[in-house]
T-cell receptor
Framework: DVKVTQSSRYLVKRTGEKVFLECVQD?????MFWYRQDPGLGLRLIYF???????EKGDIPEGYSVSREKKERFSLILESASTNQTSMYLC??????????????FGPGTRLLVL | KNQVEQSPQSLIILEGKNCTLQ??????????LRWYKQDTGRGPVSLTI?????NTKSNGRYTATLDADTKQSSLHITASQLSDSASYIC????????????FGTGTRLKVLA
């Protein structure tokens, strides 16, 4: 079974703090994704990576950066947390591109509260 | 604009009953459509994936249909169980953009004993 783990289930941070969210997958997947999920909105893509050290902006990259130094690990960084970044953050991975019908596997999510 | 709309937003049914969730999309070009189940506080889990040429796919008590002409999909749940209580999310992939997924906002299903 594919396993995608996220470093924290719940996180509380203060405005202006630098926040690191870690995601690890154990199935040697090429692609990894970071989404945020807010009530009443569909999942929105922040960044994705299709290979080590490669990253592409998604729909809402502002205020975020990412790092992929190893294939199994994809980190999301909030450079200076703001209250409007309070959200559920979901990491996903997939073996090949979604255009070919490959399933995304999601982690359990990190619920971030910025005070 | 590429969009995925789901209805109803929420649904309450009694255990043992059947239900059908709807998904309409205006995504073009279309590649494939997925249904995910998301339990409260958890990440989504894939139920089915359908490509353009498939019009029905089952996974246990879950049956998804796809009408590519009308750009509609449905997820039918048979003999519902308490564990079916979750949000169900419809996701469409854009053809030619392999990393682009358009997510619906989900239908929240509550199954009562």
């Amino acid at each position: 079974d594919v396993k995608v783990t996220q470093s924290s289930r719940y996180l509380v941070k203060r405005t202006g703090e630098k926040v690191f969210l870690e995601c690890v997958q154990d199935m040697d997947h090429e692609n990894m994704f970071w989404y945020r999920q807010d009530p009443g909105l569909g999942l929105r893509l922040i960044y994705f990576s299709y290979d080590v050290k490669m990253k592409e902006k998604g729909d809402i990259p502002e205020g975020y950066s990412v790092s992929r130094e190893k294939k199994e690990r994809f980190s999301l960084i909030l450079e200076s947390a703001s209250t409007n970044q309070t959200s559920m953050y979901l990491c996903a991975s997939s073996l090949i591109a979604g255009d070919l019908g490959e399933t995304q596997y999601f982690g359990p999510g990190t619920r971030l509260l910025v005070l | 604009k590429n969009q995925v709309e789901q209805s109803p937003q929420s649904l309450i049914i009694l255990e043992g009953k059947n239900c059908t969730l709807q998904c309409n999309y205006t995504v073009s070009p279309f590649s494939n459509l997925r249904w995910y189940k998301q339990d409260t506080g958890r990440g989504p889990v894939s139920l089915t994936i359908m490509t353009f040429s498939e019009n029905t796919k089952s996974n246990g008590r879950y049956t998804a249909t796809l009408d590519a002409d009308t750009k509609q999909s449905s997820l039918h749940i048979t003999a519902s169980q308490l564990s079916d209580s979750a949000s169900y999310i419809c996701v469409v992939s854009l053809g030619g953009e392999p990393y682009k997924y358009i997510f619906g906002t989900g239908t929240r299903l509550k199954v009562l004993a």
